[in-house]
T-cell receptor, first 111, second 113 residues
Framework: SQQGEEDPQALSIQEGENATMNCSYK?????LQWYRQNSGRGLVHLIL?????REKHSGRLRVTLDTSKKSSSLLITASRAADTASYFC???????????FGKGITLSVRP | NAGVTQTPKFRVLKTGQSMTLLCAQD?????MYWYRQDPGMGLRLIHY???????AKGEVPDGYNVSRLKKQNFLLGLESAAPSQTSVYFC????????????FGPGTRLTVL
């Protein structure tokens, strides 16, 4: 069964707007990670938030984690055309030896 | 540092042929992973390794074999390729498994005719 599920599946916004993406998971986790994938490329790690953290920032990225609701959100502020990509959340499984990825969110930022 | 590299970048096989995909990392990571990515299916784990000489099955291991003879290399083999194995394959590595980030290679696009 899927551990992390992203929502929405696709998002289209105008440049300069904020983009919010959500991830829900099923079991207790040590941390939750967000990755970006540009078309035709490998995934790139964006941010890791640990289970004892509620919010984390990295540049224009803001990630929150609500362990009581088993959910996380990724906010990209002041989006740019270059933010167009697929975004994945991932959570540790298998005694924290591996990650399980969601199916991803396709973000399109219109110039 | 090259990070994670994969060879080849593209390959076309006929049904029944065999091939090996090579993944190399220069970060001294213990953990290495092979994924396949198909449209609408996200990233699915094929096999992984928690250290030199170890391998373990992931979510979709059938039809694939792996070896980790050296810490820096992780090989993925297809003994008898099938059209269902047409996919993009990604290798990744991490220092401490699910406790920290994974670094991904650029991918290998495989087509099986």
């Amino acid at each position: 069964s899927q551990q992390g599920e992203e929502d929405p599946q696709a998002l289209s916004i105008q440049e300069g707007e904020n983009a919010t993406m959500n991830c829900s998971y099923k079991t207790s986790i040590n941390n939750l990670q967000w990755y970006r994938q540009n078309s035709g490329r490998g995934l790139v790690h964006l941010i890791l938030i640990r289970s004892n953290e509620r919010e984390k920032h990295s540049g224009r990225l803001r990630v929150t984690l609500d362990t009581s609701k088993k959910s996380s959100s990724l906010l990209i502020t002041a989006s740019r055309a270059a933010d167009t990509a697929s975004y994945f959340c991932a959570t540790p499984t298998g005694a924290n030896s591996k990650l399980t990825f969601g199916k991803g969110i396709t973000l399109s930022v219109r110039p | 540092n090259a990070g994670v590299t994969q060879t080849p970048k593209f390959r076309v096989l006929k049904t029944g042929q065999s091939m090996t995909l090579l993944c190399a990392q220069d970060m001294n990571h213990e953990y290495m992973y092979w994924y396949r990515q198909d449209p609408g299916m996200g990233l699915r784990l094929i096999h992984y390794s928690v250290g030199e000489g170890t391998t373990a099955k992931g979510e979709v291991p059938d039809g694939y074999n792996v070896s980790r003879l050296k810490k820096q290399n992780f090989l993925l083999g297809l003994e008898s390729a099938a059209p269902s194995q047409t996919s993009v394959y990604f290798c990744a590595s991490s220092f401490e498994g699910g406790y920290n980030e994974q670094f991904f290679g650029p991918g290998t696009r495989l087509t099986v005719l």
